[in-house]
């Protein structure tokens, strides 16, 4: 079950970061700063949506898949990881962040697989602090794509830089607490 409609929809927010980074390369002439940070916008959310999706369809269609299951927390640190990069180059989220939050995602990666390796992989499962820093991150990256007032209201940027940091502080202990869980198992072969 390589390609199918779920893995499909994966692949497709692979194929969207070079769209979302591009679009901030587009000369003036096309599209004011402005224009650009709504569409880079529109795209994250579109695309960030079909995570949701996938899975779902995966599930109701009856196409879930180990290949699915490895590539569908991929595309989303791809996608967060590209899209905080650019936030950085735009000067909208701090360095810092972005290390603390790309340090994050492959420390627990490497501790997945690793994990994994030894049989142990539920000792590292998801967990609930895991997704409330998924949707913070979520909720941040397109308010600071945006940059503007949105609805002539809501300042994006700041609502953006304040959950970003949160997102960033959810990042460090959700490590935290993943770390902790394997420190068993980290013990135990380090003999």
């Not at 810092?96 to 997945?112: D, K, M, N, Q």
């Not at 960033?168 to 072969?189: D, F, G, H, N």
């Amino acid at each position: 079950m390589f390609m199918t409609i779920p893995t499909i929809m994966t692949w497709t927010r692979i194929f969207a970061i070079p769209l979302i980074v591009g679009v901030f390369y587009l000369p003036e002439s096309l599209a004011s700063q402005a224009e650009k940070n709504l569409i880079a916008t529109v795209m994250f959310v579109v695309f960030a949506a079909t995570d949701w999706l996938d899975g779902y369809l995966a599930r109701k269609l009856n196409q879930a898949s180990s290949f699915g299951a490895f590539l569908d927390p991929v595309a989303d640190k791809f996608l967060v990881c590209a899209c905080v990069l650019v936030l950085v180059h735009l000067q909208r989220a701090d360095v810092f962040v972005a290390l603390i939050i790309i340090g994050r995602e492959i420390a627990i990666s490497a501790l997945r697989e690793w994990m994994a390796q030894i049989g142990a992989s539920k000792s590292v499962a998801v967990h609930m602090i895991g997704k409330l820093k998924t949707v913070v991150q979520m909720v941040a990256i397109p308010f600071l794509l945006f940059d503007g007032l949105l609805f002539g209201v809501i300042n994006t940027h700041a609502w953006g830089v304040w959950l970003i940091w949160a997102a960033a502080v959810l990042t460090i202990w959700s490590m935290v607490y993943y770390l902790q869980k394997a420190l068993p198992e980290i013990r135990a072969r380090a003999r």
